[in-house]
């Protein structure tokens, strides 16, 4: 489970995150809706350790992640925005180098690493150079890496990106797998229909602040919208006092 309170962070004179708050929480997907310039991703990046905040908590399990950043980090699995293969090296090579950063080693390693090949259906390209994949098949390496040390805490930073219609599917049906094994994911998205599809639970940010949450049903029963893109519209031109 994933603990977010007050969470704040600026880059100069812009306040990116401005008092973020929610819970995502163990068998559930959560999802961070909001438009481009949100705080989405800073707030993400934050959760995941690369960014200190400037106020606020963030709680892994327990663990707070300012505090004890390495072990909230074996806590996490994250697929950021920026999916960052190293093109030389295989799909298999690339999820082995983080198993072993990951503190695995030996025959670990290599059994971690055809058990994501073969959940992930990546035999056909596992002794490939990264270099030249296609977007699925970027993010299905992404993916592995992230998994591989095997957390219970899943992050994603707009995994649908540029995805054709079958990797969409794919990446869904894995996505609900993880839920249902009991695992906490929780993921950022402008996409409606992957937000409509796959969560149980919806933040919605603007302007660095968490203006509405609920499920999808709930959002648009809020707002009277027939659609989630409409209750989404109707919930960001509304501002502030919307959170529950």
């Known amino acids: ?23 995502a929480r ?17 707030t993400l990046r934050m959760l995941y350790t690369l960014m200190r905040p400037d106020a606020g ?4 399990d327990g ?13 996490l699995g994250v697929l950021p925005d920026a999916r960052g293969l190293y093109k030389r090296l295989t799909a298999r090579e690339n999820i082995a180098y983080f198993a072993r950063l990951h503190g695995l080693s030996g025959a670990a390693v290599r059994a971690r690493v055809d058990e994501m090949v073969a959940l992930l259906d990546m035999q056909d390209i596992a002794a490939r150079r990264t270099e030249g994949f296609s977007q699925g098949q970027r993010v299905k390496v992404a993916l592995a ?32 797998n993880l839920r249902n094994e009991g695992r906490c994911v929780l993921f ?23 203006v509405a949450e609920g499920s999808p049903d709930e959002l648009r029963a809020r707002t009277g919208a027939a659609t ?3 209750a989404f ?10 959170a529950a």
């Open 188 to 210: 950022s998205s402008h996409i409606m229909q992957e937000v409509a599809a796959l969560c149980d639970r919806i933040i919605v940010i603007a302007h660095g602040r968490v």
């Open 57 to 60: 908590s963030i709680l892994v």
């Open 1 to 23: 489970m994933i603990e977010v309170r007050g969470l704040r962070k600026a880059f100069g004179t812009v306040q990116a995150v401005d008092g973020v708050e929610f819970i």
């Open 63 to 75: 663990l707070d992640a300012v505090r004890n950043t390495l072990a909230v980090r074996e806590h």
């Open 228 to 230: 989630l893109e409409d």
């Open 233 to 242: 519209v109707s919930l960001i031109g509304s501002g502030e006092g919307l």
């Open 145 to 176: 890496r992230a998994l591989v040390h095997d957390p219970r805490n899943i992050i994603l930073d707009e995994p649908g990106n540029g995805l054709d219609v079958m990797a969409t599917r794919a990446l869904r049906a894995f996505l609900r």
């Open 26 to 42: 163990d068998g559930a997907i959560t999802g961070l809706l909001g438009p481009n310039g949100a705080g989405k991703t800073t």
